[in-house]
């Protein structure tokens, strides 16, 4: 348990559902980021939140759509997803800084999407 | 930031040392080592990070060489539990930590 939660764990969707996966955290921190995790592949950043606003985008396409309506709160938001997107979606969190080093990100469990 | 270089795969008996490379010859003077590890189908989970010196904390020890171009994570006595992908990430201070995952090793710890 690290203090990061996702939901659904789990998630079948057709390419033209629209879905959103959630992730809190507990932690009091003020950086909240998405990660995807294809098979095979190495985790790949997709946004980062600081403070609330959205200082990262990683060229993601506009199909998914994050939003953070409080440093606690995060959600990422699908519509018209292709099968290539079928992936691990892992949300994380930290507690920026300035000037320090010893940050950590704290990982969910992630959801396990499916899109047929 | 700096690439890393691991090797993509690791045996280890239970109860050895567990002794996982990684290369970053590109680092720059500001840059920490941090390593993480994802138990299958889990999310990364934290284990370390150091600067120059080498640390040591209740999971792990890491060991940086002088001219911190590489660095070694020492499970010093590995259980099954810790049968996980590793990963090396060198990266700067500051801003919101833009984590960079390459392939890191699977490491998998024999009976």
């Known amino acids: 348990e690290t203090g990061v939660t996702q939901t659904p764990r789990h998630l079948v969707m057709g390419m033209t559902n629209k879905k959103s996966l959630k992730c809190e955290q507990h932690?009091?921190?003020?950086?909240m980021y998405w990660y995807k995790q294809s098979a095979k592949k190495p985790l790949e950043l997709m946004f980062v939140?600081?403070?609330?606003?959205?200082?990262e985008n990683n060229s993601v396409p506009s199909r998914f759509s994050p939003e953070c309506p409080n440093s606690s709160h995060l959600f990422l938001h699908l519509h018209t997803l292709q099968p290539e997107d079928s992936a691990l979606y892992l949300c994380?969190?930290?507690?920026?800084?300035?000037?320090?080093?010893?940050?950590?990100?704290?990982f969910g469990p992630g959801t396990r999407l499916t899109v047929l | 930031d700096a690439k890393t270089t691991q090797p993509p795969s690791m045996d280890c008996a239970e109860g050895r040392a567990a002794n996982l490379p990684c290369n970053h010859s590109t680092i720059s003077g500001n840059e920490y080592v941090y390593w993480y590890r994802q138990i299958h189908s889990q999310g990364p989970q934290y284990i370390i990070h150091g600067l120059k010196n080498n640390e040591t904390n209740e999971m792990a020890s890491l060991i940086i060489t002088e001219d911190r171009k590489s660095s070694t994570l020492i499970l010093p006595h590995a259980t099954l539990r810790d049968t996980a992908v590793y990963y090396c990430?060198?990266?700067?201070?500051?801003?919101?930590?833009?984590?960079?995952f390459g392939q890191g090793t699977r490491l998998t710890i024999n009976p």
């Open positions: 932690l009091g921190h003020n950086a």
């Open positions: 990430i060198v990266r700067v201070v500051g801003g919101a930590q833009k984590l960079v």
């Open positions: 994380a969190s930290s507690q920026e800084r300035a000037g320090g080093p010893w940050v950590t990100q704290y």
């Open positions: 939140y600081n403070f609330k606003e959205q200082t």
